[in-house]
């Protein structure tokens, strides 16, 4: 009994690798061939010499995603604007981060209860939305909820909650913009 057990298995490890090979070479049929003039083409192969591109050029990125060339942009790091991600991150930092892409340009917080006040509490999501530094590159929600009983009630958020934040986040952007600008005078 024993043997044919484990001739049983031999033969379905066998199968799963038949399986998996045939699966690697399914995969292998689905390439295509590259023309001559689009392996050429610096436009089309992200070559060094090409809008927005290269590691070590002039339109790099630094290490905070921002483009040496001085510009406020950022093509090749995260996908949004530098200075409005740092400045996002910055502001809602007193709050418990629950969720932060750079590429995306999300900030999620998770719920914070201020000290002062017992029964309400708190979360935000920021969403950046492009790589200038404009006044529409961001949005931020501001959610409530106050403590009834032994559960949490969404509540009311004043209307203009979500629009001062966004005015703080833009004016710490600028501000970080004229840092670095200073700094590589």
């Known amino acids: 009994m024993n043997g044919s057990a484990t001739g049983a298995g031999l033969r379905a490890g066998r199968a799963v690798c038949f399986l998996l090979l045939a699966a690697i070479l399914a995969a292998c049929s689905q390439a295509r061939e590259v023309g001559i003039d689009e392996y050429n083409d610096p436009e089309r192969r992200g070559a060094p010499g090409a809008r927005g591109q290269g590691l070590f050029g002039p339109e790099a990125t630094g290490i905070f995603g921002t483009n040496r060339g001085g510009g406020n942009e950022s093509p090749n790091g995260i996908g949004v604007n530098a200075y409005l991600w740092r400045a996002t991150l910055d502001t809602v930092s007193f709050m418990p981060l629950a969720s932060a892409d750079p590429f995306g340009g999300v900030v999620l917080t998770d719920w914070y209860q201020p000290p002062a006040s017992g029964n309400e509490r708190f979360k935000v999501s920021a969403f950046i939305l492009g790589q ?33 934040l966004e005015d703080r986040i833009l004016a710490r952007a600028r501000e970080l913009r004229i840092q ?6």
């Open 132 to 164: 200038s530094l404009r006044s529409d590159g961001i949005r931020v929600s501001v959610f409530r909820q106050v403590q009834r009983g032994q559960s949490w009630v969404d509540a009311p958020v004043a209307q203009t909650t979500g629009t001062e």
């Open 180 to 185: 670095t600008t200073q700094a590589t005078r």
